[in-house]
């Protein structure tokens, strides 16, 4: 399996923009993850979808963020308007209920900067 | 609210010397715990998983053990190499949540 795939890489935008990262889980897991890493507040989870409906999204920072997963292969995580204090490492990692342990398994993350 | 500390923030050592990360959380009703390592620039990859029923677990030259009662779990790496320089995360499941809840890790320096 590949792995968690997340695109694009990196990101380098202007305050005002709108930024969305895109996340495909690994095939079979049906938890899926979006967790944010900076500096001062390390790795925070943003929101997590079973089965592709949000199950907790207590961790989006203000409305500006949303998250979707349209089907169980894909989800995407948009800012709008991105502002500089977004920029951050976004992680998406999923996970498969079936496994007794939870596991998580994450992506390579997106480094978005925002100018 | 679950809180995970990793001590210490940095260590250096020099190759070959064993050594033991530290890694603390305030509630007890965890469901399993997890280490992963990162390195610079890199994701997350997963080093060991310790389910709240198990005492440690163990891979290659990584020893992760955990005790619920206290709060604790420790990640021993023996023999340590320039390759394991990364920095080590501890992140705790709690039981009845899905998510992660982060340390903010250790970042190891193995000297040649």
């Known amino acids: 399996d590949a792995g968690v795939i997340q695109s694009p890489r990196h990101e380098v935008t202007e305050m005002g923009q709108e930024v969305t990262l895109r996340c495909k889980p690994i095939s079979g897991h049906d938890y899926l993850f979006w967790y944010r890493q900076t500096m001062m507040r390390g790795l925070e989870l943003l929101i997590y979808f079973n089965n592709n409906v949000p199950i907790d999204d207590s961790g989006m920072p203000e409305d500006r963020f949303s998250a979707k997963m349209p089907n169980a292969s894909f989800s995407t995580l948009k800012i709008q308007p991105s502002e500089p204090r977004d920029s951050a490492v976004y992680f998406c990692a999923s996970s498969a209920h079936g496994s007794l342990a939870y596991e998580q398994y994450f992506g390579p993350g997106t480094r978005l900067t925002v100018t | 609210k679950q809180e995970v500390t990793q001590i210490p923030a940095a260590l250096s050592v020099p190759e070959g010397e064993n050594l033991v990360l530290n890694c603390s959380f305030t509630?007890?009703?965890?469901?399993?715990l997890q280490w992963f390592r990162q390195d610079p620039g890199k994701g997350l990859t997963s080093l060991l998983l310790?389910?709240?029923?198990?005492r440690e677990q163990t891979s290659g030259r990584l020893n992760a053990s955990l005790d619920k009662s206290s709060g604790r779990s420790t990640l021993y790496i023996a023999a340590s190499q320039p390759g394991d320089s990364a920095t080590y995360l501890c992140a705790a499941r709690d039981t009845g949540r899905r998510a992660l809840t982060f340390g903010s890790g250790t970042r190891l320096q193995v000297q040649p």
């Open positions: 509630d007890s009703a965890i469901y399993n």
């Open positions: 310790i389910q709240s029923s198990q």
